[in-house]
């Protein structure tokens, strides 16, 4: 593979990583309101700030990638791309902030969340469920209902999936999807 | 100039109005990245158009808001609302620029539109082929969300795009799909449109 080829590779890597974080903040924004939870909020701020250096680093590597004239435009794209997902987590941000203002969420904003086509849910994990003691790889959640989960909540902890993170009876499954796949989910949890 | 239609007051329910504003925004911002990697400009242009229309509910979202407050504890709540609105019209802004870097024939380097379809996992555009088992059936009875988490969000046909396709829309051979989803959910689709794969799983 050549140089240039790697170097455009790292840039839609960054670029992926960038679009993720932000619409991933969007859904827990969203959660975050729905659930009244601070903590929550709290997670979407943090984003807020990788996503600000992680911005910064993304814009340094287009610019030093060493294009030629004729394809400056191209390159100014990619700069103009990345803007917006910034913009995008700004007001993910916006909207964690009424929740850390502690201005209880007006009623019609839960209704809107949950009548959107995207919509984010959370289900309580039973003991009888199939899903207890299971890692999310095993687990495969999106592949049986088509929702994602977005964080747990362990008692007063909130855990960031991971793969390998094993679930338990008593957590709290937040996820996000369209809202045909929510029935699945809740019989999935809790059977 | 552009044009800007006269703003007026008409009584809309804020429910109705936020529901839209955020499935709007959403939508707009999935069709204006594929706008932007397959440098396809009508679908840039049909992104621009929706802009208008966010524009326009989230002026009549506001006025809703401002008749609805009676006292200081609505007016607390309802500031929410308006700051959950105030996201959903940039997020809608957001995916107006992405489609100007299209119209405005910036572009995006095509090697990025090559690799980015390799590691995007949520978003997949796809061409119907004649063997496709899909031929001829509604976007509403395949109940794709349901069934693998999937959702078509435009439909490329006769050199036009059909946006956000209802329920009865059928699908014909040659139309190319944008749908978003799982990811799994869209290697599954994937395969379902190009005749790789000949049932529908439950």
Redesign the interface.
Known sequence: MSKR?QK??K???M??EL??TS?LM?DL?YSS?LMNSKELAEEVEKLEEYVDRLHTDFELLVLSSGFKRE?A??????I??G??TE??A???A??A??VLRE????P??K???E????TVTYVTVSENSPLVNKTLREAKV??E????ILAIRRGDKGIRPKPQTRIQAGDILIAS?????EE?LKKLASP | MPYFEKIEYRPVP??EL??EM??LS??M?DLA?SA?LFNDKELAEDVLALENRVDLLSYLLEMEIMLAARDPEEA??????S??A???D??S???A??A??VTQ????????GE??EK??E?LTRVRVATQSILLGKSIGEL?L???????VIAIRRNKEWIIDPKENEKIQAGDILIAR?????LEEFKELCEGKRRRLED
């Open positions: 080829r455009f590779e840039i839609v890597e670029f992926v679009k993720n619409e969007m924004a309101l394809e435009r191209g390159f100014l794209g990619l103009r791309l803007v917006v913009k995008i700004d007001a993910a916006e909207i902030e009424v201005i209880a969420p007006h019609v904003l209704l809107t969340i009548e959107a086509e995207e999106p592949e209902t088509g929702m994602w999807g369209y809202a045909e796949g699945d | 804020v429910r936020l529901l955020k499935n959403e939508l911002i990245y932007a607390e709540s309802l500031a929410g609302v700051t959950v105030s996201a959903a940039k997020i802004d957001a995916a620029d992405i100007a870097i024939k910036i572009g995006i380097h095509p090697i990025v690799i980015f590691v995007e949520r109940e969300a349901a069934r693998m988490g999937v959702d989803g799982t990811s799994t959910g």
